[in-house]
């Protein structure tokens, strides 16, 4: 576990969560706490350890430490949508996972956070500015969102008006489709050298997870038969 806590503190340095301050007159530093929890594989066996550092975010004040926390996930029909057309058109399938996404995310707003059990950062008496998106922050998921669409739009996929969570990138023939559920993305595109492309591009811009052709999507089982283009579901 201190393995693992000691990963969780290395990306948020790495990508620059926060930055040492003294907490200014007027202003209050919100809690953290440390959550463990353990991954497991389909089959049941432990992945990993993982420890991520939340902040508790219900003593963020409104209006001053946030303002609107309406974040979107792809809807249930868009997804069996877009996997009805893999089948019907024999698409690869993709899956990405975002590792640490909401500390992607820019905080508008000043915030600062009390330092982490465990750990210190800066001089005694310091708190955590926080510049970047925490877990458990009430705006984490917005700010992450917006970060995604933007980087997402900057490499030619548009958003859909039907559903705010899913992306399509079209260039004459060829089709790119991307249902995105938090930081759970699907590539649904008519190659392997597609999606490659696909994932490289968000390769630069986030840390990921290349977790291969889908299998599994939101705890659902994906079954392919290629030749006679059908997939089933197993929840």
């Excluded at 948020?12 to 463990?36: Q, Y």
């Excluded at 024999?90 to 640490?100: A, E, M, P, Q, T």
Aim: with cysteine; glycine share 6%; net charge positive.
């Amino acid at each position: 576990w201190k393995a693992a806590a000691q990963l969780e503190i290395n990306a948020h340095l790495e990508n620059g969560t926060w930055i040492p301050s003294p907490l200014p007159s007027g202003k209050k530093a919100i809690p953290c706490r440390w959550v463990f929890t353990k991954k497991y594989n389909a089959d049941g066996s432990v992945e990993r350890l993982k420890a991520r550092l939340v902040a508790k975010g219900f003593s963020q004040r409104p209006g001053f430490d946030y303002v609107e926390t309406f974040a979107p996930t792809v809807r249930m029909a868009s997804i069996r949508t877009v996997l009805a057309l893999a089948a019907l058109e024999d698409l690869d399938l993709r899956s990405v996972d975002i590792s640490h996404a909401y500390i992607n995310g820019v905080l508008e707003e000043e915030i600062y956070m009390q330092q982490p059990d465990g750990f210190h950062f800066g001089k005694p008496g310091d708190v955590l500015r926080l510049v970047k998106s925490l877990y458990g922050l009430k705006q984490a998921g917005r700010v992450w969102y917006l970060e995604l669409s933007n980087v997402l739009k900057r490499e030619g996929f548009i958003r859909l008006q039907s559903d705010a969570s899913l992306f399509l990138w079209r260039k004459g023939d060829v089709r790119i489709i991307m249902p995105v559920f938090t930081d759970d993305i699907t590539i649904a595109s008519p190659s392997t050298a597609e999606s490659d492309r696909v994932v490289a591009q968000l390769s630069q811009h986030f840390k990921l997870r290349d977790l291969g052709p889908t299998s599994w999507l939101l705890g659902i089982e994906i079954t392919r038969d290629r030749v006679n283009r059908r997939i089933s579901l197993s929840q």
